[in-house]
């Protein structure tokens, strides 16, 4: 559904330690996920991608990991590191939605040294 | 290789005038997004683009708001008349094909007064 509110929900690490970021999506019939990580004053940046087929894949220093059960993704940082401070965004896609990506509210990761 | 481009980067104006954002996408990619994030919720979907042809135009909140992409290169947006609840950032996103990763512009951060 909608979200609402100014504020997005705040995950706070240190830095070395893992992260993890969840994100439930709305529409069960969604079969390609995406988590993109933005910069203030950037656009989104592709991080890694699965898809429905699949219920995890690892990238360098990152997971996903898809329960397609209760339609949750999750994103693991390994080592987070301050470079990582970001506001993360799942989306979510279907084959015959030409690419229209669903996003989700959003997860503010701040890292301290 | 150039990536994603928006102008204006930042854009104030007052309540019924018309501004103009512009995109230029990658070279060579002919799908091109509109999104937009409102009030610091999550990103929407405005509509898509394949070349010239608005593939999918569902995001589009109303009549004010006007997408073109002449000759299937860069792509306006056009906002006549400018609401309050217009304000928010604009992005333009771009790839390949349908179902491949959507690069990102920094976007353009739009203001009504």
């Known amino acids: 559904g909608e979200s609402v509110g100014l504020h997005l929900p705040t995950l706070s690490v240190q830095e070395g330690d893992n992260s993890i970021i969840n994100c439930a999506y709305s529409n069960s019939a969604s079969d390609y996920f995406i988590w993109y990580k933005q910069e203030s004053g950037k656009g989104p940046q592709f991080i890694i991608d699965i898809r429905s087929n699949m219920d995890k894949r690892q990238g360098q220093r990152v997971t996903v990991l898809l329960n397609k059960t209760v339609k949750h993704l999750s994103l693991q940082i390994a080592a987070t590191q301050p470079g990582d401070s970001a506001v993360y965004f799942c989306a979510e896609t279907r084959v015959n939605q030409g690419g229209k990506l669903i996003f989700g509210q959003g997860t503010e990761l701040s890292v301290k040294p | 290789e150039a990536g994603v481009t928006q102008f204006p980067s930042h854009s104030v104006i007052e309540k019924g005038q018309t501004v103009t954002l512009r995109c230029d996408p990658i070279?060579?990619?002919?799908?091109l997004y509109w999104y937009r994030r409102v009030m610091g919720k999550e990103i929407k979907f405005l509509l898509h683009f394949v070349k010239e042809s608005k593939q999918d135009e569902s995001g589009m909140p109303n009549n004010r708001f006007l997408a073109e992409r002449t000759g299937g290169t860069y792509s306006t947006l056009k906002v006549q008349p400018a609401e309050l609840e217009d304000s928010g950032v604009y992005f333009c996103a771009s790839s390949q094909g349908r179902h491949r990763e959507q690069y990102f512009g920094p976007g353009t951060r739009l203001t009504v007064t």
């Open positions: 070279s060579g990619h002919d799908n």
